[in-house]
């Protein structure tokens, strides 16, 4: 009865973040539905790493639970969906009163607050926790999104604290020496009470959202450099590692930097340039631009990422279309042309990525009044500084801004985003006009623009769709020259009404 913490689901995430559990001093039960990833991962670790003693297999679940000290501690690492309901259910009859579960899977937010009222209601307390970084992550340093039972956050968090990620609290900069048995110490750990129930799994899903959108930007500058200028892979590379250096700096630049660089290993050539274009997803990012329309948030930018990627995956169809439907005459961008353009794309991309994030802090705003949480976005931006894919030096641009003003309407509203959204929108504008004129697709930068147009608009045509709504449905309008909340309705002339009375 010595672990301090148990873990169920050993694929690769749960191996890892059993791995820095361990490296952190932490004697770790360990349990997968088959052993023989056990044993395997248990060989392994004897083999290979240093805190190994405090990884102890076990092959059957009552012999798990009863190693673990009171109250127990039990992360899962399984897959989402029905496989989580079926491990809390084998686990329930091992548990007692004030046992802790702690879901560390890309739960639906709304099968976490189902899961925590059933097991609150059996004694059990629940956590459910959104877990980004992918397996590095898990391994070295996570960034962790807790919600649920406050009381058994309070004993999970020196766990929670000692692996997450860590960064300088100031600038937001990662704090470097992760290595296996070398666990870093010091600095900011990228995890914060998120708020009760699915309040955790749900901010983790916005920020898959954004990660959507962040890749879909990043792509479509690399096809606009490709397409416009006619940059190789390697040179496009190299814009992307200069970019790096500067406010855009991120891991998802860092890393799309090395991969345009990349030769294939195969044949001559890039590898990007043999990836086949039709891309998966996993939901998640279906997931948010889905709530958000289900809330009635604005997230058009990340909902154009889903859809790319929907219209990416019909490969065949687009082949067939690309033989029947004509697009412009293009016209290339002299060599003369070519640094401004360069910077014009930069630009387009810096000021969708804003109106992105703009977007995803907007639906979580209307998620904590809907769902009756209390987020704060100060911290979740904090949190979302280290750790995560969607981890860059723009976080801390964020968790700034919110520091000025907690009450933030719109991250667009704030002093340094403002500035930067004036000065860039002259680049961005005609990236796009560019890319409308060449029949480039460039659906991530023209949502996030008319999102920006749209929110910057006093006034909007949505004069003539009330007006509308009230000729054919009676629905009543509001007038410009009456105080909000009176509504009126005009007997609108006969002709075009339909005919209701029977003749
Ligand atoms: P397995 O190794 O026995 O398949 C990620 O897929 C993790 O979820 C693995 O540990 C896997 O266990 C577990 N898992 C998947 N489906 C499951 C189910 N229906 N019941 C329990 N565990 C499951």
């Known amino acids: 009865k010595n672990a301090d913490i148990g873990l169920v689901g050993l694929a690769v995430m749960g191996q890892n973040l059993a791995l820095n559990i361990a490296d952190h001093g932490y004697t770790i039960a360990v349990y997968n539905r088959d052993p023989k990833k056990m044993l ?7 083999a290979k790493e240093p805190s190994h003693e405090r990884v102890v297999g076990h092959a059957d679940l ?23 309901d079926v491990t809390i259910n084998a686990l329930l009859p091992f548990l007692e009163e004030g046992d802790i579960i702690i879901d560390g899977g890309n739960a639906l937010w709304t099968d976490t607050i189902r899961r925590e009222k059933e097991l609150t209601a059996k004694g059990i307390d ?13 391994r070295f340093g996570p960034s962790l999104m807790p919600s649920g039972n406050r009381k058994a956050w309070a004993s999970l968090e020196p766990i929670w604290r000692d692996i997450a990620a860590k960064v300088d609290p100031d600038t937001g900069a990662p704090i470097e020496g992760a290595a ?10 990228c995890t914060e009470y998120i708020g009760p129930d699915g309040s955790g799994h749900y901010v983790k899903m916005v920020h898959n959202g954004i990660e959507y959108i962040d890749m879909q930007l990043i792509c479509e500058a690399y096809w ?154 100060g911290e979740i931006a904090q949190i979302w500084r280290g750790g995560c894919i969607i981890r860059a030096r723009f976080l801390q641009k964020i968790t700034d801004a919110y520091a000025r003003n907690s009450r933030l309407k719109n991250l667009m509203l704030d002093p340094y985003f403002t500035t930067e959204l004036n ?44 007006a509308q709504r009230d000729y054919f449905g009676a629905h009543t309008y509001e007038r410009v020259d009456q105080p909000r909340g009176q509504f009126f309705h005009l007997d609108w002339p006969e002709k075009n009404r339909p005919q209701l009375a029977i003749e």
């Not at 629940?126 to 898990?138: K, L, M, P, R, Y």
């Not at 296996?180 to 750990?189: L, T």
């Open 423 to 466: 000065d860039g929108q002259a680049g961005w504008r005609h990236v796009i006009a560019l890319a409308v004129s060449n029949g480039i697709p460039a659906q991530g930068f023209a949502a996030a623009l008319a999102y920006y147009d749209g929110y910057r608009s006093a006034v909007l045509p949505a004069n003539l769709l009330q």
């Open 126 to 138: 629940f956590i459910g926790s959104g877990v980004s970084g992918g397996e590095i992550g898990a």
């Open 224 to 377: 606009l450099m490709k397409n416009l200028l006619g940059m190789a892979a390697d040179e496009i590379g190299k814009v992307f590692a200069e970019w790096n250096k500067g406010e855009l700096s991120s891991y998802l630049i860092e890393i799309t930097a090395d991969i345009l660089q990349q030769k294939d290993p195969v044949s001559p050539g890039f590898l990007v340039d043999k990836v086949m274009d039709a891309a998966g997803q996993k939901g998640t990012g279906q997931w948010t631009a889905a709530n958000a329309l289900e809330l009635g948030a604005p997230a058009n930018a990340i909902a154009a990422a889903v859809y790319a990627r929907a219209l990416s995956s019909v490969k065949e169809e687009r082949v067939e279309a690309s033989k029947i439907l004509k697009g412009p005459v293009s016209k290339p961008v002299s060599d003369k042309d070519k640094a401004a353009t360069i910077e014009a794309i930069k630009s387009a991309l810096y000021c969708s990525k804003i109106c992105a994030y703009a977007q995803g802090f907007q639906l979580m705003d209307k998620a904590q009044v809907a769902y009756n949480w209390k987020l704060n976005f």
């Open 40 to 46: 395997n991962f248990i060989e392994e670790c004897k």
């Open 180 to 189: 296996p048995g070398k666990p870093v110490e010091g600095g900011f750990a």
């Open 62 to 84: 009552a012999s798990f639970v009863l190693s673990i000290k009171r109250p127990r501690k039990i992360v899962l690492l399984v897959k989402a969906g029905s496989a989580t």
